[in-house]
């Protein structure tokens, strides 16, 4: 079955530090990944999504990831964290096939950046 | 901008009483999605829709049923509440084709079953 691991559960850094959040998915088709944050008391929305070409992605409030298709993963990153980035981050997967397409979940990532 | 939403942000309900969740989407999007979601578990699928009338289980469906009697509608329910339904509840909305499946969510309604 498709599934999706993030192995980073709790990631605790210091303002202007780097991030890099790591996702492996199992799917031998063609993949288009996402990750979404849901910031404290809000919606999850979509960060940045790769669907074909570049397999570097880049979205919003500075992030960016990278897909590498031998790797199987769509590692998120960020040069320099803010305070404003503490959020819970949850990569996915689409998986093509039946009525429609369904999103594969990873567990999610919770960030929290110190001041 | 699409805009999905959910009839209640907080909701508290008694173990034995029928639930009703509601979700309305305002982008004509065919597909809708019921997720429950727990710390340490991300988001899993309960039932989604591709149409009206039309349902699928997700990946624990146990416990809930769906309706989707308008495009722009769809509703979770609990036939009888249990404690183990205690979780926080996302609808979703996307588009079937055109698109690259990505997925609009709702405020989700923290459910508490007493």
């Known amino acids: 079955a498709q599934s999706v691991s993030q192995h980073n559960h709790h990631v605790i850094l210091s303002e202007a530090a780097s991030l890099e959040l790591g996702c492996n998915y199992s799917y031998g088709g063609t993949v288009n990944l996402f990750w979404y944050v849901q910031y404290p008391g809000q919606h999850l929305q979509l960060l940045l999504k790769?669907?074909?070409?570049?397999?570097l992605v880049k979205g919003i409030k500075g992030f960016e990831a990278e897909f590498i298709k031998s790797k199987f993963s769509f590692n998120l990153r960020k040069p320099s964290v803010q305070w404003s980035d503490t959020a819970e981050y949850f990569c996915a997967v689409i998986v093509y096939g039946g009525a429609t397409n369904k999103l594969i979940f990873g567990t999610g990532t919770l960030l929290a950046v110190q001041p | 901008d699409v805009k999905v939403t959910q009839s209640s942000r907080y909701l508290v309900k008694r173990t034995g009483e029928k639930v009703f969740l509601e979700c309305v989407q305002d982008?004509?999007?065919?597909?809708m999605f019921w997720y429950r979601q727990d710390p340490g578990l991300g988001l899993r699928l309960i039932y989604f829709?591709?149409?009206?009338?039309?349902?699928e289980k997700g990946d624990i469906p146990e416990g809930y049923s769906v309706s989707r009697e308008k495009k722009e509608r769809f509703s979770l329910i609990l036939e009888s509440a249990s404690t183990n339904q205690t979780s926080m509840y996302l609808c979703?909305?996307?588009?079937?084709?055109?698109?690259?499946?990505?997925?609009?969510f709702g405020p989700g309604t923290r459910l508490t079953v007493t």
């Open positions: 790769y669907f074909s070409g570049d397999p």
């Open positions: 829709s591709y149409d009206v009338k039309m349902k």
């Open positions: 982008m004509d999007h065919e597909n």
């Open positions: 979703a909305s996307s588009l079937l084709a055109g698109g690259t499946g990505e997925q609009y």
